[in-house]
């Protein structure tokens, strides 16, 4: 057995420069922009197809997984198509699936349902896209910036050539709490284990 002695960056780079890679970065965004256009049209197809057939498979396999076993979307494509279909197809959703899988036809309200599909499918610019630019928000996830902070406290004071509480402090104090602010923390603490008593 062989082993290379050239750096892995080495070997990648090699033959690499701005126009290849501007190339790969163009045939993704090509590829993004068909799976939007794709996905938009097949989104319309689809409400089409469960209102006269009440076959919603398809619309399984979209959200779950293909025949070869992988999920058929990516995450974020996968979580707006979800919300949009549960929120046209009257249909029941599987709990115990871990992605959205429709199971029965909800009979009562079929026909309303198939109302609302058709208001939807009659403007031609509606889709899936369309749908979400106003029905869905992406919330960013709070940063848990004391969390953060209290495990790399732990991780200071627990490694072994870590550092002592006051070291600690004293890197606290050089991030921009004050003085005030320790005695306001003292203060806090104080109260709380009065009232705790």
Do not use: C
Not at 10 to 38: D, H, P, W, Y
Not at 47 to 66: H, K, M, Q, W, Y
Not at 107 to 115: L, N, R, S
Not at 181 to 192: P, S
């Amino acid at each position: 057995m062989t082993t290379n002695t050239t750096p892995v960056a080495k070997t990648i780079i090699a033959g690499l420069t701005f126009e290849t890679l501007s190339a790969r970065l163009a045939a993704i965004t090509a590829s993004e922009a068909i799976t939007k256009r794709e996905l938009g049209l097949l989104s319309r197809e689809l409400l089409s197809f469960v209102v006269e057939t009440s076959d919603v498979r398809i619309v399984n396999t979209l959200l779950g997984r293909g025949v070869d076993g992988k999920l058929t979307l990516t995450v974020a494509n996968r979580k707006v198509a979800g919300l949009f279909f549960q929120h046209f197809l009257p249909f029941s959703v599987d709990a115990d699936s871990d992605v959205v899988q429709f199971a029965k036809k909800k009979g009562k309200i079929f026909d309303k349902a198939v109302e609302e599909i058709e208001k939807f499918l009659a403007d031609d610019a509606n889709d899936l896209w369309s749908w979400a630019d106003s029905n869905v928000k992406i919330e960013q996830k709070a940063v848990d910036y004391a969390g953060k902070i209290t495990k790399d406290i732990k991780k200071a004071l627990d490694a072994e050539d870590g550092l002592t509480g006051a070291e600690v402090m004293s890197a606290v104090m050089a991030g921009g709490v004050s003085v005030a602010d320790l005695m306001q923390l003292v203060d806090m603490i104080t109260r709380e284990e009065q009232q705790a008593a």
